[in-house]
């Protein structure tokens, strides 16, 4: 069991010890949690109703939720930036890191919301056409931004 510990601390960078900014971290953490609130308020907020105390609960999620997005980028960008300038590997390795850490978990994500598309489609966002959604998910796949092309017919 220590064996695995120790492979995934290694793997998932939670060693770091004192090169961690612990307060940056607590706030990039407060950040996450605003972001939250703004897929919270898309995916619930049309069950909130446009007017009343409802209405109001969801404008203050998403107005507080986008600040967070905003913190959010701002303190990565900062963390990320002070990560390059301190790892003596170069920015190659630095991005071969990245891509292992968060790649596999946007990968079954995608495989989830694949998956919930196709048991509820209603929600889907892929294209209706079959070229243009296969398209779509390879763009994904690739962490390429949409091209015009596989937009949602």
Same mark, same amino acid.
């Given at each position: 069991?220590?064996?695995?510990? +120790?492979? *995934?601390?290694? &793997?998932?960078? !939670?060693?770091?010890?004192?090169?961690?900014?612990? $307060?940056?971290?607590?706030?990039? =953490?407060?950040?996450?949690?605003?972001?939250?609130?703004?897929?919270?308020?898309?995916?619930?907020?049309?069950?909130?109703?446009?007017?009343?105390?409802?209405?109001?609960?969801? +404008?203050? *999620?998403?107005? &507080?939720?986008? !600040?967070?997005?905003?913190?959010?980028?701002?303190? $990565?960008?900062?963390?990320?930036? =002070?990560?390059?300038?301190?790892?003596?590997?170069?920015?190659?390795?630095?991005?071969?890191?990245?891509?292992?850490?968060?790649?596999?978990?946007?990968?079954?994500?995608?495989?989830?919301? *694949?998956?919930?598309?196709?048991?509820?489609?209603?929600?889907?966002?892929?294209?209706?056409?079959?070229?243009?959604?296969?398209?779509?998910?390879?763009?994904?796949?690739?962490?390429?931004?949409?091209?015009?092309?596989?937009?949602?017919?």
């Amino acid at each position: 069991m220590g064996n695995l510990r +120790q492979r *995934l601390a290694l &793997v998932f960078e !939670t060693d770091a010890g004192a090169r961690r900014i612990q $307060s940056m971290e607590g706030l990039r =953490g407060l950040a996450v949690s605003l972001v939250f609130l703004v897929h919270y308020e898309s995916l619930f907020g049309g069950w909130l109703g446009t007017a009343g105390p409802n209405a109001t609960v969801g +404008q203050f *999620l998403q107005t &507080v939720g986008h !600040t967070g997005v905003d913190l959010f980028f701002v303190l $990565s960008g900062y963390l990320i930036y =002070g990560a390059v300038l301190k790892n003596r590997e170069g920015y190659p390795r630095f991005m071969e890191r990245r891509v292992r850490r968060i790649y596999p978990t946007f990968l079954v994500m995608l495989v989830v919301y *694949l998956g919930l598309s196709v048991i509820v489609p209603s929600e889907s966002k892929l294209p209706v056409e079959r070229f243009a959604a296969i398209t779509y998910v390879v763009e994904n796949v690739l962490l390429l931004p949409e091209c015009s092309a596989s937009r949602r017919s």
